[in-house]
């Protein structure tokens, strides 16, 4: 079945960095992902849809400047928080529709996300 | 009215209760949903994808779509302390692949 790798895990950063975030579909092509986040105790929100070879599609109100994604290749995405501040402190989670074994239907599948801190 | 809508809860049930969870949605999503569990701290896993009216079941759990009345449920069957964890609905809205999620409901099985 469709498995997506996300790294890091963790990361703890100081406020102006940047972090790069890897999302990466482990046994298929994903020419779409997709970057959620989400905040404790809230539901996820779609932030943009990575396409393989173009330029990102976001969501009303996510700052593309801030949130710069990048999709090189079928099988990876990359999100990148620029010039992080504490508010942008969450866990952003990294999906690809693949083929689900049971069912033989592509679903979404997620990665296993990225805690993100900024002090 | 929003997309996709859930009780946040929580929904407490005992162990061995059938847990009912259920979801309302929109026009402006498509035909197709899914229900995710999601436990603290981690990412959601599928747990089933419906997209015909009835209901599908799955060892202990039923989804069941009513398109008319516009709501998705999903029943658990024997529910363990283990299935404590939010229930996301999920919905694919039309003509894309984007995938709406509802708030959660947050269910907790009591030994």
């Known amino acids: 079945g469709a498995v997506v790798s996300q790294h890091p895990s963790r990361v703890i950063c100081k406020s102006g960095t940047s972090v790069k975030i890897e999302c990466r579909s482990l046994d298929f092509q994903a020419t779409t992902m997709f970057w959620y986040r989400q905040f404790p105790k809230q539901s996820l929100m779609l932030m943009a849809t990575s396409n393989e070879g173009s330029k990102a599609t976001y969501e009303q109100g996510v700052e593309k400047d801030k949130f710069l994604i990048n999709h090189a290749s079928l099988t990876l995405s990359t999100l990148t928080v620029t010039s992080a501040h504490p508010e942008d402190s969450s866990f952003y989670i990294c999906?690809?529709?693949?083929?689900?074994?049971?069912?033989?239907?592509?679903?979404?599948?997620f990665g296993a996300g990225s805690r993100l801190t900024v002090l | 009215q929003k997309e996709v809508e859930q009780n946040s809860g929580p929904l407490s049930v005992p162990e061995g209760a059938i847990a009912s969870l259920n979801c309302t949605y929109s026009d402006r999503v498509s035909q197709s949903f899914f229900w995710y569990r999601q436990y603290s701290g981690k990412s959601p896993e599928l747990i089933m994808s419906?997209?015909?009216?009835g209901d599908k079941e799955d060892g202990r759990f039923t989804a069941q779509l009513n398109k008319a009345s516009q709501y998705v449920s999903l029943l658990i069957r024997d529910s363990q302390p283990s299935d404590s964890a939010t229930y996301l609905c999920a919905a694919t809205t039309t003509g894309t692949y984007k995938y709406i999620f509802g708030t959660g409901t947050r269910l907790k099985v009591l030994a």
């Open positions: 419906i997209y015909s009216n």
């Open positions: 999906s690809a529709r693949g083929q689900d074994r049971a069912s033989g239907a592509n679903v979404l599948t």
